[in-house]
């Protein structure tokens, strides 16, 4: 059951990538063809600011991300024997290297972690974390964490969110340039088709960011999945990490620290938002409790 979980969250995120580079492809498409009646070169243009926007947010910093959240690293066994031996032995069991670490003044129990590579990462606990959870329950916590990292999440977090920056780049600029720019076709039947199909482009650029941003949401929900089952698989104890979510989700203080731009990294939902729909940047946390239950 575990094993065919974590197979079907991994297809499913790759459907989810596969489906989400070629929607860039397509605004990008649509982004000329509004003003020129062709849409190579906007497929170009997609495909070079993507990669451009994704090369300078994987170079960024992780200690960027630490202040953010006034995270404040250990570099030591002495500071934190319990955090430190945790987060050793299970980046073992995991065969990746030991992670930085970092921890967080803040009385709302959570976790996250970053770093674009196994070699990069970094995890950062709430002090409330460390005070709440038991052993075992933070064992969970930190190996789903660990989880991220070995599964390349974060890199594919910054993917996806260059990626939206790209679709919402094109369409405002997109939208910007209709108001200067017309073409005309050569013959009625051309025109009848291409003004149906320049119609269908321009409402693609007006909805484009919404839909990119459900699209990098859903590959967000569905890597808490997979890291929830990496992490069983790594402990085997999915009982600790469903009990370690059902007291950090009913815990009502938000992170003080957190921000909506780091908000998707957290374990749970650190802004401790009230409704849940599809612009939530983590799944329910009674379905991943589910899941867990019934590893």
Known sequence: MLYRQIERNK????????????????VGAAFTYIQTG??????????????GYTLM???????????MNHAHEIKSTNQNPFLWNTVEGLSLAAQIPMPRIFIIKDASPNAFATGTSPDKGAVAVTTGLLERLNREELEGVIAHEIAHIKNYD?????????????????????????????????????????AIIQLLAIILLIFAPIIATLIRLAISRN???????????????????????EKITSSSAPVKEASSTSAPLYFADPLKKKTKNLFSTHPPAQERIHRLKNM
């Open 223 to 245: 890597r808490e999945y997979l890291a929830d089952a990496s992490a069983a698989d790594l402990t085997r104890n999915p009982y600790a990490l469903a009990s370690a979510l």
């Open 154 to 194: 974060i890199r594919l977090a910054t993917i996806a969110i260059a990626l939206v920056s790209v679709v919402a780049l094109l369409s405002d600029f997109g939208s910007r340039m209709l108001y200067y720019t017309r073409h005309s076709r050569r013959n009625s039947k051309d025109n009848n088709a291409g």
């Open 11 to 26: 297809r499913l995120t790759i459907v989810i990538v596969a489906g989400f580079i070629l929607f860039v492809l397509l």
């Open 57 to 67: 947010m994987i170079f960024s910093s992780t200690n960027i991300v630490m202040k």
């Open 38 to 51: 062709e849409y190579y070169s906007g497929m170009v243009i997609a495909a070079v600011l993507g990669l």
